[in-house]
């Protein structure tokens, strides 16, 4: 499940200079970050994140297992901001993909029981999208730039 999802968004994730092709610890950092938030957030069993980059691309992949009595759209969804506003919040253009399932662990990859498959994909953030621009800039604050 979550490892071809994670290796396309590595595909199509953007090489944006020189940074991309090298380990960057605040990529890494953002991961822990929000694998941290994440965490906190009640209704979650557990929560992981894995960093990886290569040559011509980098990705941060997330997972998450949700208490089954608290699993529900809502909970997913703030997931998926608290990821956003980390991302937006950073310097970072490393791409995100999440795996969210109902549980009370993140069950080995391919999850197999598809029942219980609450999220999986991209966490989709176009910083070229005028209109999502300036609804995280509203949310959130402007993006900080690279010094």
């Excluded at 009640?42 to 608290?70: F, M």
């Amino acid at each position: 499940m979550l490892a071809t999802l994670f290796a396309l968004a590595l595909l199509t994730s953007c090489g944006e200079g020189k940074e991309s092709f090298t380990f960057l610890k605040d990529d890494d950092d953002l991961g822990k970050k929000i694998e941290a938030e994440w965490r906190a957030v009640p209704g979650v069993a557990e929560a992981r994140y894995e960093y990886t980059h290569s040559i011509d691309s980098s990705g941060i992949g997330l997972n998450a297992a949700l208490k089954p009595e608290t699993a529900s759209e809502e909970l997913v969804q703030e997931l998926v901001e608290i990821a956003k506003k980390n991302y937006w919040q950073s310097t970072t253009t490393v791409a995100l993909a999440a795996g969210i399932v109902k549980g009370e662990v993140i069950p080995p990859k391919p999850v197999t029981d598809k029942s219980i498959i609450l999220f999986d994909g991209p966490i989709k953030i176009d910083k070229y999208d005028e209109a999502q621009v300036a609804e995280l800039n509203q949310k959130y604050g402007p993006r900080p730039t690279k010094k």
